[in-house]
Nanobody
């Protein structure tokens, strides 16, 4: 069964940093577009970032651009989300997701095929 497992969440003060990891189990990440999403309490799940199959291209939600950086290491079957200058509004459960559909237009909620179970990030003083 295809699985993605997120880790690295926790409690951090405003202005702090965290790095989330997303590891693939039972399948390879290469050939797949990977994305991070987040869901705050009472809110809809929203896209945070996407990374292309080659890792050359990334895109970010306007709310995190300049603060978050997504990267991938396919040989380690792991994707990362480096989060800097965290704000209380970044508090959410963060999910990674993958799709084998190669087009960038599938970098959205409906385009994803495999999801992780999430890791909680809390930004609070």
């Amino acid at each position: 069964q295809l699985q993605l497992v997120e880790s690295g969440g926790g409690l951090v003060q405003p202005g702090g940093s965290l790095t989330l990891s997303c590891a693939a189990a039972e399948f390879e990440l290469d050939g797949r577009i990977i994305a991070w999403f987040r869901q705050a309490p009472g809110e809809a799940r929203e896209g945070v970032s996407c990374i292309s199959i080659s890792g050359t291209y990334t895109n970010y939600a306007r709310s995190v651009k300049g603060r978050f950086t997504m990267s991938r290491e396919d040989d380690k079957k792991t994707v990362y989300l480096q989060m800097n200058n965290l704000k209380p509004e970044d508090t959410a459960v963060y999910y990674c997701a993958a799709t084998s559909r190669g087009s960038w237009r599938y970098c959205n909620y409906d385009g994803m095929e495999t999801w992780g179970t999430g890791t909680l990030v809390t930004v609070s003083s």
